[in-house]
């Protein structure tokens, strides 16, 4: 039996994250490191579209995601990570909906990512997510391989997700 001190405790994210998701990443490959100061940015300038989860007071998860600029009702999803502990859980998915149905996100209608072609983790997660908010998604290449990551990184598909349909009130 799990104590109230081993429960997962899903929120918005500060500053004082920074370091921590900085760590957590590290412990997540193949994920992509950002700069600490990146990092301390995600967690607020980003602090309304991005989530922190934690058990007993460690960082096991995190979202960092952001609305695009030129498009206000779409929130792009920068990187998921899950730390090893907190794995086979659902969270991911568990922190994907707790963005969307903030209140500070209840304009978001669509959701976008960006995920390499063989990561079938990712490609499950936001497939599950589209079933979750009846949405269709599509893919294209956003950025290709050589082009423009001069053949060092894999290419990566757009995911657009959408329109997100939410539960209404009755």
């Known amino acids: 039996m799990s104590s109230a001190k081993d429960q997962l405790h899903l929120r918005q994210p500060t500053a004082t994250d920074g370091a921590n998701l900085f760590e957590l990443v590290a412990q997540c490959p193949p994920l992509d490191g950002n700069s600490m100061y990146c990092n301390l940015l995600q967690c607020s300038h980003f602090a309304d579209t991005s989530v922190a989860a934690e058990t007993d007071g460690e960082l096991v998860g995190f979202i960092s995601a952001y609305r695009v600029p030129e498009r206000r009702d779409t929130l792009f999803v920068w990187q998921v990570a899950v730390g090893a502990s907190a794995r086979g859980r659902g969270l991911a998915s568990r922190m994907l909906a707790h ?9 978001i209608r669509w959701l ?14 936001f497939q599950r997510f589209a079933s979750a908010f009846h949405a269709g998604l ?7 391989r050589e082009r423009h990551f001069r053949g060092s990184h894999d290419s990566e598909l757009l995911t657009r997700i959408g329109p997100l349909q939410r539960a209404t009130a009755a």
């Open 99 to 107: 963005i969307v149905e903030r209140p500070a996100c209840r304009d």
């Open 112 to 125: 976008e990512t960006t995920i390499t072609p063989d990561n079938r983790a990712s490609h499950a997660l």
């Open 138 to 144: 599509e893919q294209q290449v956003l950025f290709e």
